[in-house]
């Protein structure tokens, strides 16, 4: 959608209309809702000012790109939003070349843009970088690492921070008002550089007069901070008026240096149920735009998350050296609850995966227990800490790894594939899994008294039905061996127990595996292990993680060490791909991992004897 030529009603109506598609499609197929529409004029004045089509357009994490989708060719196919096959939540170059970079998790924006910019100094190219973030992802350091670098390079970037929750600065009233909208403006622009000019040729009593009257205008101003990186600051600027945030942007272009404009913007705007600071509208399933009520259902039975939360409440009620922290996700954690009864004892650190891991670390050698929970595809951020931090010391850290597995929608960037690969390699780390309901609260415990590191993962939403077979305690390195069997044995971990007795049930009369949980993966049961080898020489895994250094590929290694070649392994786990997003039934399906598929593949090699 071309809009340089549109006077600003025609913007104004576009905006209007854009706001319209999202909320239909949004309440139809689930999303990112209050940030998309609250920076929908934003992403409208950065496609009028900038030019989309050479200039990198860099969203930070990338949750708030359907207008730019919208503006770039994707009005028709917008309907397909986060279905399978369909549009992507996030940007996505292979889906459009106007995105210009993968993006899901948070604060890797500002790094991107001076990387773009020092490859077009260097290329002696007349583009430009423009960064949209949010306040949210300001909170974390690689922000900060960024930003230090670009205040001493100065290359020529345009960073709008869109400020939703007034986490940066607040306005205080009609003052700070007029002298946001002054310092915007093309007069204090030229002053500034006016000033500066001034100060070289002053004596030096005179400019050290000039200079702290420079310093006294920053001091009233939310831009402070930045200005001492080294950075032009403009702002804050209303994020919904279209005409200053042009004029602005306009500004910020021709200055041929790095420029941080702050524009306020309110969460859900256009969507009166939406605006305002209320964390439910940030991320939504399907809803009845009229009223505003989920169109999810009650679920039957709850999920893996809220069975955490109720186990780790437990627990702290019982010993007061529990302690717990999460990374800017307290009520998708559950530790919501936590921080709601114990204030003191439980923290959200925002958007600081790595700070969230250490400080914990020092906790544990205070003698604390701490939990630190951080989904699966988050955790990757803290990877160094975890080894340095945790593990080198051999310290009492427990993490609960939230949605790990197949997440559905949120895609690629979002899937909990790697926390068993990039965990078991190292020393001093115990992995385990619940995989039900009630072994969740066992898991619970068992961390608690469990000496050293460890890691439980858990699925997003509910467990998978598993039976007759409730869970039971936890002791370390020791599975369980569920059903006795014949000529096979189905391996499970995690969830993967409840795929493997489901799909045992699907090839009743047809084939009769044993039925194993492994619960522990680091250590493995020896004992166990040994007595599976001797009896069945079909080992088919069933895990929710990539099948390069998962659970498949930990029990053949094992099988080498113990010289054993009699056994043969086959694991449905991920293959060496990224999982696309889409519903988790129909990715799952499209992956070969759904239990009719592997039961109609086992039953074909029933026929060909290969079992």
Not at 231 to 248: A, K, N, Q
Not at 539 to 550: I, K
């Amino acid at each position: 959608m071309n809009i340089k030529q549109k006077n600003h009603e025609e913007l104004k109506e576009i905006c209007h209309q854009i706001r319209e598609k999202i909320l239909a499609t949004v309440s139809k197929n689930g999303g990112h809702l209050s940030s998309n529409i609250g920076a929908v004029e934003l992403t409208v004045a950065m496609h009028y000012v900038f030019d989309v089509e050479k200039d990198p357009f860099i969203f930070d994490v990338s949750h708030q790109c359907y207008a730019h989708k919208l503006l770039t060719g994707r009005w028709d196919s917008f309907d397909t939003l986060r279905q399978f096959g369909g549009v992507s939540g996030y940007t996505k170059p292979s889906e459009s070349s106007c995105d210009y970079f993968i993006a899901g998790h948070s604060s890797t924006s500002i790094s991107l843009a001076i990387g773009a910019a020092k490859a077009i100094r260097l290329k002696q190219e007349d583009r430009l970088p423009v960064v949209l973030i949010g306040d949210g992802s300001m909170t974390a350091g690689m922000v900060y690492e960024a930003l230090n670098e670009l205040g001493d390079r100065k290359y020529p970037v345009v960073i709008i921070l869109n400020d939703n929750e007034m986490s940066i600065a607040k306005p205080i009233g009609a003052v700070s008002k007029y002298l946001s909208q002054a310092m915007a403006g093309k007069f204090y622009q030229k002053i500034k550089q006016k000033m500066e000019q001034f100060l070289t040729y002053l004596p030096e009593g005179a400019s050290y007069m000039a200079k702290k009257f420079e310093e006294s205008l920053k001091l009233i101003t939310p831009g402070l901070l930045f200005e001492e990186l080294g950075l032009e600051y403009i702002g804050p600027v209303d994020g919904h008026d279209l005409e200053s945030l042009i004029e602005t942007l306009q500004i910020a272009k021709e200055m041929g240096k790095p420029v941080i404009v702050h524009a306020q913007t309110l969460k859900g705007k256009g969507y009166e149920k939406a605006e305002g600071y209320y964390e439910k509208w940030h991320g939504v399933g399907p809803f009845d735009l009229k009223s505003g009520e989920s169109l999810g259902g009650s679920p039957s039975s709850k999920n893996a998350t809220q069975l955490f939360s109720e186990g780790l409440l437990r627990l702290a009620t019982q010993h007061e050296n529990v302690v717990g922290v999460t990374a800017a996700m307290p009520s998708g954690t559950g530790m919501d609850k936590l921080m709601e009864k114990y204030p003191e004892r439980f923290w959200d650190v925002a958007i600081a995966e790595q700070h969230a891991v250490t400080s914990m670390a020092a906790m544990a050698k205070e003698g604390f227990k701490p939990f630190i929970a951080i989904y699966s595809t988050f955790l990757q951020r803290a990877y160094d800490q975890i080894i340095h931090d945790c593990c080198l010391m051999n310290l009492n850290v427990v993490f609960a790894i939230d949605r790990a597995g197949i997440v559905g929608e949120d895609g690629e960037t979002h899937q909990g594939a790697f926390d068993i690969s990039f965990l078991h390699p190292i020393p001093n780390m115990t992995l385990f899994a619940p995989r039900c309901a009630q072994s969740m609260h066992y898991a619970i415990d068992y961390a608690y008294t469990h000496v050293g590191p460890c890691a439980f993962r858990y699925p997003r939403g509910t467990f998978m039905e598993c039976g007759e077979h409730k869970g039971s305690a936890f002791e370390l390195g020791k599975g369980e061996m569920l059903e006795e069997g014949e000529d096979a044995v189905f391996i499970g971990y995690g969830k993967g127990v409840g795929r493997a007795w489901a799909t045992k049930q699907l090839l009743a009369g047809t084939m009769n595996p044993a039925l194993v949980d492994l619960k522990f993966i680091k250590p493995l049961d020896d004992t166990l292990l040994v007595e599976l080898a001797n009896r069945y020489h079909h080992w088919y895994v069933f895990s929710d993680s990539a099948a390069r250094g998962g659970v498949g590929s930990i029990l053949t290694q094992w099988l080498f060490s113990q010289q054993i070649s009699t056994v043969h392994v086959e694991s449905f786990e991920y293959t060496d791909a990224f999982i696309q997003h889409g519903k988790t039934s129909l990715v799952e399906e499209d992956l070969g991992l759904c239990v009719e598929v592997i039961a109609r593949k086992l039953k074909n090699n029933l026929g060909s004897k290969n079992y």
